[in-house]
């Protein structure tokens, strides 16, 4: 927040903060590297683990996730280009709500051998409520 907003930042941090991403096939059917979400219920804060981003001129922060068998994947089979995914992939509120959306592409082991590659498309977003 600080790095993009600067002397705003310190305000809009005394509010809730989310990150919502937007992604979508740019073709399809989307048979490789489909993206899978998982349910947020069902990660336990130690699933979490805590990884640089490094960039040329700052450093970020992500988290990875730990295997859990607990753990309940999503995805949407053969996803067109009409069709798009909405994450909340952070939420700042401590009330019980969702907080993290793991997510991730992955391998699907009944996609044809001769699939062409993803193409796919995201939009990142920041949103701010008042506090």
Known sequence: MRDFFGDEAEALLQGRVQVINLWRPIRGP?????????????????????????????????????????????????????EALLLKCYDSATDGRARFAPHTAFDDPTAPANVLPRESIEVRTLVFHAA
């Not at 960039?55 to 988290?63: A, D, L, N």
Request: hydrophobic residues 40%.
């Open 30 to 82: 989307l048979r490789d590297a489909p993206l899978a979400v998982c349910d947020a219920t069902s990660v336990a804060a130690g699933d979490l683990v805590p990884s640089d981003l490094v960039y040329r001129e700052r450093v970020g922060e992500t988290y990875g996730v730990t295997f859990n068998p607990s753990h309940r994947w999503f995805y949407v089979p053969e996803m067109q280009p009409d």
